[in-house]
């Protein structure tokens, strides 16, 4: 599976877009970009997914590069309760189990 | 609908104490099967997975170990735990033979090893 690079960390301010970057360069053409998030002591929550198109569901929009090497994942309108660890992964469903192998995300905080 | 359910939520054992984290699925059949970890302030590590009753396949060699008895139960097992042992303990499941699905996950397992 390909590897994704992700900021550390970023802030944003509450009712302000927030648009997490993702690289995943070496990202090949039947691996999916997914995105989770884990807010503290939970398990990881479901985002959203994509392949090659732009995708938008009710927490977020996915905008995939047409090179597929990067993607951002956008929270329109962020509350306080979005501050979470936010991981990208890309993954193709038929490696082996469709296992999905966890980076160490990017920290986002929204601030009053 | 399907849920997913994980026990105990908090347990602290002593160094070389055995150790049994059970998972169960509801709702579905034929789930895929997933342990991960989460060492303080580390990412998560996928630990096993199971594709099928008996079935486990290790990702990273420990002392830890896996079964799957039914097909939605998987439990996670130790004969003598280490201090690197500690950490959050999460089961999570997929539902298989789809080409994208998402994972869910249960609500984990806190484990300190004294």
């Known amino acids: 599976d390909a590897k994704t690079t992700q900021p550390t960390s970023m802030d944003c301010a509450e009712g302000r877009a927030a648009n997490l970057p993702c690289n995943h360069s070496?990202?090949?053409?039947?691996?999916?970009v997914y995105w989770y998030r884990q807010i503290h002591s939970q398990g990881p929550q479901y985002i959203i997914h994509?392949?090659?198109n732009n995708e938008t569901n009710e927490m977020a929009s996915l905008i995939i590069t047409e090179d597929r090497k990067s993607s951002t994942l956008i929270l329109p309108h962020a509350t306080l309760r979005d501050t979470a660890v936010y991981y990208c992964i890309v993954s193709t469903f038929y490696n082996q189990g469709g296992k999905l192998i966890f980076g160490q995300g990017t920290e986002l905080s929204v601030k009053p | 609908s399907q849920t997913i359910h994980q026990w105990p939520a908090t347990l602290v054992q002593p160094v070389g104490s055995p150790l049994s984290l059970e998972c169960t699925v509801e709702g579905t059949s034929n789930p895929n099967l997933y342990w991960y970890r989460q060492a303080a302030g580390r990412g998560l590590q996928l630990l096993f997975y199971s594709v099928g009753i008996g079935q486990i396949s290790s990702e990273v060699p420990q002392n830890l170990s896996a079964s799957r008895p039914q097909d939605r139960q998987f439990i996670l097992s130790s004969k003598k735990l280490l201090l690197s042992d500690s950490g959050f303990y999460l089961c999570?499941?997929?539902?298989?033979?789809?080409?994208?699905?998402?994972?869910?996950f249960g609500e984990g397992s806190r484990l300190t090893v004294l």
């Open positions: 070496t990202i090949s053409g039947n691996e999916y």
């Open positions: 999570a499941w997929r539902v298989r033979d789809r080409a994208t699905g998402e994972l869910f």
């Open positions: 994509g392949l090659k």
